[in-house]
């Protein structure tokens, strides 16, 4: 016996929050990131030029989001994804976060970060590794993203900033150009009015955008930032100083550090700006939510944030580190893939040479395929190990102290 439901009567669904589409034609649809029918627009659109901007905040989803535009967009195409993250320090593919960020720092309560409107930011500052190189930078609600993807024939690496260079033209921003470096910088002898960090002294062009690639067969990425109405100008050389990098030797690519300014353009006017000269440009369409929630898994997780990627890149502490000569320490971590290596690691407090391998044995035993970005505080390392005698625990808990501030891993209050 066959049993037949009823239909039910057909209604237009109400577009969820999400991200905003924009066709050639200037039809604009409202979309979920969990949307079907997003994927379907992105991948069977007839259109050659497809426009987005994500109404999400969260650094995860919007890499995500990119990443899949990437692979899923017809070659053909030419992509602009327009986006806003809330505060977070985005470190690139090849990169040791030990070295580009005061991990510390990023808790909430520590930072002094501000949201665009100059609230206090009460969250933690995310860390973030995208896929693609190049050097760390931080976003806030003053600072917007680009991101476009076009085919690999079509790209060279100063089109696109040139493009967002014209977009701030337009807007009154004259001293905007492209350096050697294809970043967007002001000409600081046309700047007056332009926001600059309080101790920015130095006579030279300010940085407000910065850039990283990807590509990939037939297809190419370019994403940017561009420091509009920052509120953290001040902040961002206490976030992005880290501690470790004196004790740090790794063969991850280091961050080129440059003075920093606010353009001084509001974010629509920048957006709309920017969508104009992306049509000048290349000529006047879901994600599916399997693929967008794996993508944002993986971004998300430690292991992909914390763990070096490359050919056996090692973070290694020296020898008698400066910083605990008077505990009379004698330190090596050598870490691979974000895993400490126990047999290419040392560490004693005993000046005792016997005494001293005892140490080293008992901990190596502890930090056996331990993780160094999943140690949350050393002292419990050094507690489980039982490496150190009775007399040795003043010195191991000052050197469990230095850990945690060079690692940037210890509990509030440590």
Not at 5 to 24: D, I, K, N, V, Y
Not at 288 to 300: F, H, K, M, V
């Amino acid at each position: 016996m066959n049993r037949f439901r009823p239909r039910r009567p057909w209604t237009r669904p109400q577009p969820p929050p999400g991200l905003e589409f924009t066709s050639a034609h200037n039809r604009q649809r409202h979309v979920s990131s969990s949307s079907p029918a997003l994927a379907e627009l992105i991948q069977k659109t007839t259109s050659g030029r497809q426009i987005f901007i994500s109404r999400s905040r969260d650094p995860h989803v919007n890499l995500s989001i990119e990443h899949y535009l990437l692979q899923k967009s017809p070659t053909h195409s030419a992509v602009l994804f327009l986006y806003i993250n809330q505060p977070c320090v985005v470190i690139g593919r090849n990169q040791n976060p030990w070295i580009e960020a005061n991990l510390r720092m990023l808790a909430a309560g520590r930072h002094g970060v501000r949201n665009a409107d100059g609230s206090l930011f009460e969250g933690d500052v995310r860390l973030v590794r995208r896929r693609s190189g190049g050097g760390t930078v931080f976003h806030d609600g003053g600072n917007a993203n680009y991101c476009v993807i076009c085919p690999t024939a079509d790209f060279h690496r100063d089109k696109h900033a040139r493009m967002v260079a014209g977009a701030l033209q337009r807007l009154g921003v004259a001293a905007a150009a492209v350096n050697g470096r294809h970043d967007i910088v002001l000409d600081e002898s046309q700047t007056q009015g332009i926001v600059k960090p309080r101790e920015e002294t130095v006579s030279k062009a300010l940085k407000v955008s910065g850039s990283a690639y990807k590509l990939t067969r037939g297809r190419a990425l370019h994403h940017g930032t561009c420091l509009l109405s920052s509120p953290n100008l001040d902040v961002l050389p206490l976030v992005l100083r880290a501690p470790a990098k004196p004790w740090v030797q790794a063969r991850g690519v280091e961050s080129v550090r440059s003075p920093v300014g606010n353009a001084g353009v509001s974010l629509l006017p920048f957006q709309q700006a920017v969508v104009a000269a992306f049509g000048r440009l290349y000529g006047t369409t879901g994600l599916d939510a399997e693929g967008i929630t794996q993508q944002a898994g993986l971004c998300e997780s430690s292991a992909w944030v914390g763990g070096l990627v490359g050919e056996a890149e090692a973070l290694e502490v020296p020898e008698i580190a400066q910083g605990a000569k008077e505990l009379r320490a004698r330190i090596t971590l050598t870490v691979q893939h974000g895993t400490i290596q126990p047999q290419a690691s040392h560490l004693s407090l005993s000046p005792d040479p016997a005494q001293a391998s005892s140490e080293a044995q008992a901990l190596a035993h502890a930090l056996h395929r331990r993780r160094l970005h999943d140690i949350t505080d050393w002292h419990v390392v050094f507690r489980d190990a039982a490496a150190f005698s009775e007399d040795g625990r003043g010195a191991s808990r000052a050197l469990a102290d230095w850990l945690n501030a060079l690692f940037g891993r210890g509990p509030p209050g440590k």
